[in-house]
């Protein structure tokens, strides 16, 4: 790692030349801007660095340029640890509540995980948009293994939730039996399958996060 990259946020300009540079070079980038984010995030020179973190990805310029900087890495990496980070907030910082609906329908069914994910209650948009946020920042704060846990934990609550709201939004299809609703039930279905992917995208999501924590503990994330 070159230490003399000292980035208090993602930097635009390199992830928008990324598109014409060679996929080994991006890669290489990948992994570079990683580890001297996480650097700087945990050398305590510099308290405030974490908030320009959480503000640098709250525009779509920022998300973009975490998007070019490290969604091209493998899950279990450095990078891609960092992206899902970022990623997952994101999904959350764009629909709080129903981030919200789906961590409340879950958490019963997940106890476990939700200690872990460590979301106050009751768990309204507020309370998992803070949550995000808190696992952003500690990414420079405490265990690094431990903020991807808590993130891992926060995906698989809301992967049963969402799956949960899917049974009820098929099941809602089903009972619609008029002609006249023809078009509600197969939009109700529709979004019974759509939630249904994409809880399997977050437990994915979750596994890769905690295959990232597996490896941090044994210093083999990179």
Do not use: K, Y
């Not at 390199?14 to 945990?42: C, F, G, I, K, T």
């Not at 900087?69 to 493998?74: D, G, H, P, Y």
């Not at 899950?75 to 992206?83: E, I, K, M, Y």
């Not at 509600?184 to 995208?201: K, W």
């Amino acid at each position: 790692m070159s230490q003399h990259r000292r980035p208090a946020s993602l930097s635009l300009a390199a992830a928008n030349a990324m598109p014409d540079r060679d996929p080994a070079e991006r890669l290489e980038a990948a992994h570079m801007s990683a580890q001297a984010v996480v650097a700087r995030l945990r050398d305590g020179s510099d308290p405030a660095a974490g908030e320009r973190m959480v503000a640098a990805v709250d525009t779509d310029e920022g998300l973009d340029a975490a998007a070019r900087l490290w969604a091209v890495a493998s899950a279990v990496s450095l990078p891609g640890a960092l992206w899902r980070l970022v990623a997952l907030r994101a999904g959350v910082r764009q629909a709080p509540s129903q981030a919200a609906r789906e961590f409340d329908a879950g958490r019963t069914r997940l106890p476990v995980a939700e200690v872990v994910a460590g979301v106050a209650q009751p768990p309204g948009p507020d309370e998992v948009s803070a949550m995000v946020d808190a696992v952003l920042r500690g990414v420079g704060d405490g265990d690094l293994d431990v903020t991807f846990e808590r993130a891992a934990a926060f995906a698989r609550v809301c992967s049963v939730g969402r799956a949960v709201l899917a049974d009820g939004a098929g099941t809602t299809a089903t009972a619609v039996e008029a002609p006249v609703d023809e078009i509600d039930r197969l939009d109700a279905e529709l979004d019974a399958t759509r939630l249904t992917r994409s809880a399997s995208a977050l437990v994915q999501t979750a596994e890769d996060l905690e295959a990232c924590a597996r490896r941090w503990r044994r210093h083999a994330l990179d």
